[in-house]
Structure formats: C-alpha cells, structure tokens
C-alpha cells in the first residue's frame, strides 16, 4: 500500500438513478463522445483531497465525522460542457443551501489540513464523460431527476488495469431535521 492515497468526499447517485443516467446518455449522446464515466463512479464532488497521508486522511475523516449537516434534495436540471476540461456533466441550475454549506464546510477543513482547493466556485455536477475535448452537441435539457442527499462519503480513486475505480472508505449520514 502506499503512503499516499487519492481520496475526495463526495455525494453517491443510488443505483437507480446510476441506470437512469447512463440509458439516458446512451440515448442522448454518440459512442465517440468522450470517456464515458461507469455507472459505479456517477457521483457529486464535495471537496477532492488529491494524494494525501494517512495521517491527513485519519484527520480529515474524524473531523468529517463531527459535521452536523442536514439532508437535503436537488434536481439534476441542469447540463454542459467544458471543453477545457474535457468534462461533459449534468448538475443542478439551483443548489440547495444544505448542499452549498456542506461542501463549504468539506473545503475548508481540507484546505486547513493542506489540500489544495480549487478557487473556481463550487459547480456541483456529475461528470458524464471525460476527454470531450471536441465540440459536443447538448441535449436541450435532463430529464430532471431528484437526487435525495441522506449521506456523504470520503472515496478513494485508484488506477487499476487501464480503469478507474472509487471505492467508498466511510460514510456519513445527514441530518432528518431540516435545513433552515
């Protein structure tokens, strides 16, 4: 095992709503896209960590444990392309405050414990395809799917026989009480 690990927090998609997404960008994009993120890998980014210590790693999920964050819904309504990225996504054109707080808070306990952040502002999404890097043509909208947030997660991303793979190493609930 080695000294440093990948690792992000991060919002799952239900298995449900995975086969959802993926028929629906089978149905609404060609094959020659992009990299076509697997059903197993759909998520929300929350704050990504990049190579860390297990030392880091242990602080950061003790203090993950210690968020009092409530559950919240979004619509996946929203839709793009960054080409500079290479990154085809569905978000939400409406972040709920819970979700905006959490990740605020995800982001700032990282960056206080030495991961870089981004200083672009929190765009939350699901990456659909990677390595789009030529014009790509949108569908005019998503078929609006509810994402019910009950829980947050830290995952690490390994590199594996050509493939990358999350694997969820703790998990947090959120909150019945409802954001004010």
Same mark, same amino acid.
């Given at each position: 095992?080695?000294?440093?690990?990948?690792?992000?927090?991060?919002?799952?998609?239900?298995?449900?709503?995975?086969?959802?997404?993926?028929?629906?960008?089978?149905?609404?994009?060609?094959?020659?896209?992009?990299?076509?993120?697997?059903?197993?890998?759909?998520?929300?980014?929350?704050?990504?960590?990049?190579?860390i210590s297990e030392l880091k790693a242990d602080a950061l999920t003790r203090i993950a444990g210690r968020i009092q964050a409530h559950k919240f819904s979004l619509c996946l309504d929203d839709i793009g392309h960054w080409p500079g990225s290479g990154v085809v996504w569905i978000g939400t054109k409406r972040a709920p405050n819970a979700l905006l707080q959490l990740a605020?808070?995800?982001?700032?306990?990282? @960056?206080?414990?030495?991961?870089?952040?981004?200083?672009?502002?929190?765009?939350?999404?699901? =990456? +659909? #395809?990677? !390595?789009?890097?030529?014009?790509? @043509?949108?569908?005019?909208?998503?078929?609006?799917?509810?994402?019910?947030?009950?829980?947050? =997660? +830290? #995952?690490? !991303?390994?590199?594996?026989?050509?493939?990358?793979?999350?694997?969820?190493?703790?998990?947090?609930?959120?909150?019945?009480?409802?954001?004010?």
């Amino acid at each position: 095992m080695s000294a440093e690990r990948r690792l992000f927090f991060a919002l799952a998609l239900p298995a449900k709503l995975q086969k959802q997404v993926i028929k629906w960008r089978a149905d609404n994009f060609p094959q020659d896209t992009g990299r076509p993120v697997a059903a197993a890998n759909l998520h929300i980014t929350l704050a990504f960590l990049g190579e860390i210590s297990e030392l880091k790693a242990d602080a950061l999920t003790r203090i993950a444990g210690r968020i009092q964050a409530h559950k919240f819904s979004l619509c996946l309504d929203d839709i793009g392309h960054w080409p500079g990225s290479g990154v085809v996504w569905i978000g939400t054109k409406r972040a709920p405050n819970a979700l905006l707080q959490l990740a605020s808070v995800l982001r700032s306990h990282a @960056a206080r414990n030495g991961c870089h952040q981004s200083t672009l502002p929190f765009h939350p999404h699901v =990456s +659909l #395809y990677r !390595s789009a890097t030529r014009p790509v @043509a949108i569908p005019p909208a998503t078929p609006n799917w509810q994402l019910d947030a009950e829980g947050f =997660s +830290l #995952y690490e !991303s390994t590199y594996e026989r050509g493939r990358t793979r999350y694997r969820c190493l703790q998990s947090w609930p959120l909150a019945d009480i409802p954001a004010i």
